[in-house]
């Protein structure tokens, strides 16, 4: 149990195009899901939150603009990285909170995905 | 604000030896502390969830235990074997009543060499 997806697993794109990753709760409902990204070597850093069915709170520092966050459901959440530039090169993970009893204090983390941007 | 700090960055130990990864936190009003465990290139595995109330939690050959008054916790690793060989990482809530956001540490680093 408790297994999050991310799609896709890596995606190269060229400069100024936009890119779509899907986190997904396979097994359990999530009312809260988490985006991070990693830089190589360093650790994760918390981006945004996103609640089910309201807006994304973003860190200091992160563009809301440039990195769209919808949470549509229960099981899904979406970050789209707008005009993608060489800077936004990174690892992304998302994490997920349950709703309900034993889930609800620990986060399950998807696999990342690995963006380059050409 | 939360700060998370681990130490060493990198161990490298043979196989077999028992080792100890540790974890220092600033906030010390946390309500569970988490170890996680990353392959290179890879997401995280969640090893171990220590709530506030707890002094430590044990799953297999790890031991992670939690002191909040001095705002530590350690991973104990017994009996390293080659495949323990990742990034090992511990991250706490951050700062503020009824955060789920999480602070990470950078890793340590471990290597067992057969």
């Known amino acids: 149990g408790a297994v999050v997806s991310q799609h896709p697993s890596w995606v190269i794109c060229k400069s100024g195009t936009s890119v779509k990753i899907e986190c997904r709760s396979l097994?359990?409902?999530?009312?809260?899901m988490f985006w991070y990204r990693q830089f190589p070597k360093q650790s994760l850093m918390l981006m945004a939150t996103?609640?089910?069915?309201?807006?994304?709170?973003?860190e200091q520092g992160v563009e809301k603009d440039k990195f769209l966050i919808n949470h549509a459901s229960l099981t899904l959440s979406t970050l789209t990285v707008t005009s993608a530039h060489p800077e936004d090169s990174s690892f992304y993970i998302c994490?997920?909170?349950?709703?309900?009893?034993?889930?609800?204090?620990?986060?399950?983390f998807g696999p990342g995905t690995r963006l380059t941007v050409l | 604000k939360q700060e998370v700090t681990q130490i060493p960055a990198a161990l490298s130990v043979p196989e077999g030896e028992n080792l100890v990864l540790n974890c220092s936190f600033t906030d010390s009003a946390i309500y569970n502390l988490q170890w996680f465990r990353q392959d290179p290139g890879k997401g995280l595995t969640s090893l171990l969830l220590i709530q506030s109330s707890q002094r430590e939690q044990t799953s297999g050959r790890l031991n992670a235990s939690l002191d909040k008054s001095s705002g530590r916790s350690t991973l104990y690793i017994a009996a390293s074997q080659p495949g323990d060989s990742a990034t090992y990482l511990c991250?706490?809530?951050?700062?503020?009543?009824?955060?789920?956001?999480?602070?990470f540490g950078k890793g340590t680093k471990l290597s067992v060499i057969p």
């Open positions: 996103s609640n089910e069915g309201s807006k994304a709170t973003y």
């Open positions: 097994d359990f409902q999530a009312t809260t």
């Open positions: 991250a706490a809530p951050r700062s503020g009543a009824g955060s789920y956001q999480l602070t």
């Open positions: 994490s997920a909170r349950g709703t309900s009893g034993g889930w609800t204090d620990t986060q399950y």
